[in-house]
């Protein structure tokens, strides 16, 4: 296999079969795909914008472990939610 060889503005160097593995890591691709680039690289995705039910889709997409963290996440943040809320009301009330 001959080196590959990365440009970016205008410098290259060559890059080992090891850099290339963990490049392929880092962003769950294969070499082959990193070697071939056809220039579809995937854009970042922004949650913020997207109506709730498209939210939901993104988020099912998710690998199984990433999914649970993020509803682990968002139970932990509404019941700190509805504690506060309830303390404030009945502290209010005295």
């Given at each position: 296999?001959?080196?590959?060889?990365?440009?970016?503005?205008?410098?290259?160097?060559?890059?080992?079969?090891?850099?290339?593995?963990?490049?392929?890591?880092?962003?769950n691709t294969t070499i082959d795909q990193?070697?071939?680039?056809?220039?579809?690289?995937?854009?970042?995705v922004v949650i913020e914008d997207k109506?709730?039910?498209?939210?939901?889709?993104?988020?099912?997409?998710?690998e199984e472990d990433d999914k649970q963290?993020?509803?682990?996440?968002?139970?932990?943040?509404?019941?700190?939610?509805?504690?506060?809320?309830?303390?404030?009301?009945?502290?209010?009330?005295?």
């Amino acid at each position: 296999m001959s080196p590959v060889i990365l440009r970016n503005t205008g410098a290259s160097r060559k890059v080992t079969v090891a850099e290339l593995q963990k490049m392929a890591g880092l962003f769950n691709t294969t070499i082959d795909q990193i070697v071939n680039y056809d220039g579809n690289m995937p854009t970042e995705v922004v949650i913020e914008d997207k109506t709730a039910i498209e939210q939901m889709h993104l988020i099912q997409q998710l690998e199984e472990d990433d999914k649970q963290t993020i509803f682990r996440l968002i139970d932990k943040m509404l019941t700190h939610k509805k504690f506060k809320d309830f303390f404030q009301k009945n502290m209010a009330a005295l």
